[in-house]
């Protein structure tokens, strides 16, 4: 157990090789200390499994491509380790794509790895990195407020999401009456595609804060109900911000099947209305094309009698259709 206790606390020397891999950056302020893994491999993997107690499994959790959201609760050993997931935006191609953040958390250290590029995390780094102030405010009171800023920070940077997505419903909204049919729908399709992709983001996140919030670590020194109680309410927020969009998106794809449908009918209609006023007219036509003794085939107005019947039968089909209120 004392073997377990000395690894426990045992933190990458400045020299270790760890530290000069361009994809490892570390900040040092007092006790603590924040190692940053970017597109990790199993060097670096290999690197912290001589320096901190991780369990194998987690290590290769992190290099594994698709992780769900979890947490590992290694209390004994002096550390947690968490996989979440968070959404990146794509402006170019209006796609949403989620980005897996592994964490390990300990006295005086935490360490967090990632395959993609989320900026406010790096953002975080960074200004921690460069700025005594914010090292201090981010890095003076533990690894449990590390951590817990370092989530919060993640799940704040949904909301421009979130607030984006509720710009395109409300353009949507603004223009399903009169807008271009085929651009409303592949604009819906986008909307649609951003929420569905949200949802299976944050939900799996929910049961991981929740179980983080719930029991208290000696090692993290946090007031784990407090600090992740807030970042669940936050979480909570964009959930119901999701469901609110999801209903809108549903009505509005409902309204959009219906005015399509009836633009359908209306043409169909007029299609239809054509085809029936025609119709005597090809009748009559088709009587008079044959090549028989027909009545007034000699007559000199043979041609003007047989147009006005035809146009007889159009008014008289029409005014029918108007009686009716057909048309």
Known sequence: MAVRQLRQTKILPP??????????QTITHGDLQWIDIRQPTPTEMNDLRRSFPFHPLTLDDCLSKVQRPKLDDYTDEGYIFLVLHFPTFNKQNRHTNPVEVDVFVGRGYVVTVHEGVLKPLLQTFAAAQNDEAV???????????LLYRIIDRLVDYVFPILN???EHVESIENEIIDGNVRLLVQNLSFVRRDI???RRIIKPN??????????????????EDTYFGSILDHLGRQWDMLEDDKEIIEGLNDTLDSLTSHRINEVMKILTVISVVLLPMTLVASIYGMN??????QHP??????MGWMLLAAVGMMSYFRYKGWI
């Open 301 to 306: 107005f043979a041609f003007v009698i047989v």
């Open 15 to 24: 020299q270790a090789p760890a530290a000069r891999s361009p994809r490892v």
């Open 292 to 297: 028989i003794q027909l009545p007034f085939d």
């Open 135 to 145: 090292r201090e405010r981010l890095m003076g009171r533990g690894s449990g407020f």
């Open 206 to 223: 929910l049961p991981v804060l929740r179980q983080l919030e719930s029991r208290e670590r000696a090692f993290l020194n946090l007031d």
């Open 164 to 166: 984006k997505i509720d």
């Open 196 to 198: 569905i992709t949200l």
